[in-house]
């Protein structure tokens, strides 16, 4: 595919606030990202060097499944890294409901103080697992956990940067894409070109949909960073690696790269998603973060119960 002008008002916003960072070095955003080989999951910590103020997306809080405890080493090591370099963390953004590993967005939030925000459609995730873990009516599915719900080509900022969210569905329907300054971090949508894309098998997922979704990230300019949400490190690879380039991803992905046709797309998503297994963690993530990353109220003896329906999934 060619590099044409898009039409899409949001890209070409996102593609001007990219160009303008670009030009101005006080636009760029500084940005440290901490891997966590357990759930081969990066988060970051995206900041102003004007200000300090401060994002963190995608915070993992450790789960250990056969015991059922959590525990906080992945989020101790941002919260370090913040305070080493005196940041004011606004916000705690997620990009999509993970199923591969729970938010510590709000531990990191009782530290560190900011607001907690996913994309608007979280809605249709929150109906769907409601009903499959039997949540009740005391489980709202309105969003109401996190402060702030964003839409497609919403504006917001962090100190003087700026960002635009992109909704970007198919992993999920509720996924989103955030352009900060000159980066763009595009959560489960792409990972590393050798690597190829997402899945979009769970429920509401839509492989045509995660087409188009990359296919408008790609119509950014091709020197916009991706930072990703994922890596799994390609077989030949020795390294893991979590930054690349829409040039990058647009010359060699290897599922979506230029001239990949959606039909070919769909077909090859399809007939891969049919031989991959769950995720280890699907059931206890999505169950916490569908709830904003807390854990789901205590019963009459103070504890938590995470449920496991059976032969539903």
């Known amino acids: 595919m060619p590099d044409t002008p ?17 030009d101005e070095a006080s636009q ?26 401060a994002a963190i997306i995608d915070s993992v809080l ?19 890294y913040v305070t080493s370099k005196n940041l004011k963390v606004m916000w705690h953004i997620e990009t999509h409901a993970h199923a591969d590993h729970l938010s510590a967005a709000p531990f990191l939030q009782q530290k560190l103080g900011g607001k907690l925000a996913i994309g608007r459609e979280i809605v249709r995730v929150q ?18 956990q996190f402060d ?12 003087t940067l700026k960002a635009i969210a992109i909704h970007v569905p198919g992993h999920t329907p509720a996924d989103m894409a955030y352009v900060i300054g000159d980066a763009a971090f595009v959560g489960d949508t792409i990972f590393m070109p050798d690597f190829g894309t997402a899945r979009a098998d769970f429920p ?5 949909q995660l087409y188009r979704s990359i296919r408008r990230l790609l119509a950014l300019p091709r020197e916009t960073r991706l930072f990703l949400c994922h890596d799994y490190k390609a077989p030949g690879r020795n390294e893991f690696a979590w930054e690349t380039t829409v040039g990058a991803q647009r010359e060699g992905n290897v599922h979506v790269r230029d001239g990949v046709s959606e039909d070919d797309f769909v077909a090859m998503r399809t007939t891969r998603d049919a031989t991959l297994s769950m995720p280890n963690l699907i059931l206890p993530s999505v169950q916490v973060n569908i709830r904003g990353g807390r854990l789901p109220d205590p019963e009459d003896n103070g504890v938590s119960y995470i449920k496991i329906p059976v032969n539903a999934v």
């Open 6 to 22: 898009t039409t899409d008002a949001v890209l070409t916003r996102a593609a001007a606030q990219i160009q303008a960072a670009r």
């Open 28 to 53: 760029r955003p500084t940005i440290a990202g901490f891997f966590d080989e357990a759930t081969f999951t990066v988060s970051y910590v995206v900041h102003d060097p004007a200000t300090c103020e």
């Open 62 to 80: 450790d789960y250990e499944a056969a015991s059922g405890r959590t525990s906080y080493a992945s989020a101790e090591r941002i919260i370090e």
């Open 127 to 144: 109906d769907v697992f409601g009903k499959l873990f039997n949540a009740g009516t005391e489980f709202e599915r309105d969003g109401s």
């Open 148 to 159: 702030h719900l964003f839409t497609d080509g919403e504006s917001f900022a962090i100190g």
């Open 204 to 208: 509401g997922g839509d492989a045509r």
